[in-house]
């Protein structure tokens, strides 16, 4: 299974992490393809993504995983360099939830997780699950680690915090139902012939072009 990571929909294309509605259209038409073989992924409760991805979601029939950072849903203490676009409130994430997409925990302050203590990093994890199944009234038993930091101790704490997966961003293939999801974060401009060729080369080799 190939896993797509993207961040922001809209129409700020200065910022690596922010795609053009048009450009994630024709993504879409190219991932309906392989139906069984790619899944879609979002990081960070952008507001694009609610108010430009989830029509093009639905216009191609794609469900998708929406990780979620605590922090910032309310725009509290959003960390330097990730204040490039708004955020999405609880209204709009339990919109995602009754159009039939998951939700997954990005964390609650959207810090590396090398940065916190083993302990830090079971609230972080245990709290995030928590508000978010709470305000969603789903299960919430993904994680994505914050910049994709992941080792020993943090697999280890993401199972004892009650998740049954958890998304990387090392690129590649994953078999269906393992533990540590590989993902391909796809930034901008992602010229549509480009996007083409890496999935191709992703599916088949699973490396990038």
Excluded at 121 to 150: K, M
């Amino acid at each position: 299974m190939l896993t797509l990571c993207y961040h922001d929909i809209d129409f700020n294309e200065k910022n690596p992490w922010v795609l053009h509605p048009a450009t994630l259209a024709k993504h879409f038409e190219i991932v309906v393809k392989y139906p069984n073989d790619i899944q879609v992924t979002f990081d960070d409760n952008r507001l694009g993504c609610y108010s430009y991805a989830r029509e093009i979601l639905e216009h191609y029939g794609i469900k998708a995983q929406f990780y979620i950072c605590i922090n910032f849903v309310n725009s509290t203490k959003v960390p330097t360099g990730e204040n490039y676009s708004e955020f999405m409130l609880w209204d709009h994430i339990k919109g995602l939830v009754t159009d039939g997409h998951k939700v997954g925990s990005h964390g609650v302050t959207h810090t590396r997780f090398n940065l916190l203590t083993p302990e830090q990093q079971i609230v972080e994890l245990v709290e995030s699950r928590i508000r978010i199944e709470e305000h969603t009234n789903s299960t919430c038993d993904s994680f994505a680690s914050p910049y994709g930091y992941i080792d020993g101790t943090v697999c280890r704490n993401v199972k004892a915090a009650g998740y049954t997966t958890l998304a990387s961003t090392v690129v590649g293939t994953s078999p269906v139902g393992t533990f540590m999801v590989k993902r391909w974060a796809v930034k901008s401009p992602a010229p549509v012939d480009m996007f083409q060729r890496n999935i191709e080369s992703l599916l088949s080799k699973g490396t990038l072009v």
